[in-house]
Nanobody
Framework: QVQLVDSGGGLMQVGDSLRLSCAAS????????LGWFRQAPGKEREIVAS????????LVADSTKGRFTISRDNAKNTAYLQINTLKPEDTAVYYC????????????????WGQGTQVTVSS
């Protein structure tokens, strides 16, 4: 089982940039693909990005392409989500999640989840 701790959220202004972190423990980090998800008030959880265990393969949702970047540092057991040019619609709780093996775009494929970090974008 992977223990994940999400951090880096906060109250931001439109146009700001933000980097979320996901720190993992308890496993060989590089053997796990990771996904970043978000859930806005009253909406379903959606995936925004995924990354393979090696970091060599990444996917970003079309709705966030160009502003969101996913990365990881396996030496630090940490993954990141860089968000640039924040918009009010980015307001959500952001979660990282891990799964053994290859990346997936389905939240149901991820077994382990962080506690989430709130991002609020004020206009």
């Amino acid at each position: 089982q992977v223990q994940l701790v999400d951090s880096g959220g906060g109250l931001m202004q439109v146009g700001d940039s933000l980097r979320l972190s996901c720190a993992a423990s308890g496993v060989t980090f590089s053997k796990y693909a990771l996904g970043w998800f978000r859930q806005a008030p009253g909406k379903e959880r959606e995936i925004v990005a995924s990354i393979s265990g090696s970091g060599g393969s990444t996917l970003v949702a079309d709705s966030t392409k160009g502003r969101f970047t996913i990365s990881r540092d396996n030496a630090k057991n940490t993954a990141y989500l860089q968000i640039n040019t924040l918009k009010p619609e980015d307001t959500a709780v952001y979660y990282c999640a891990a799964r053994w093996g290859s990346s997936s775009w389905l939240s149901s494929d991820y077994a382990d989840w962080g506690q989430g970090t709130q991002v609020t974008v004020s206009s």
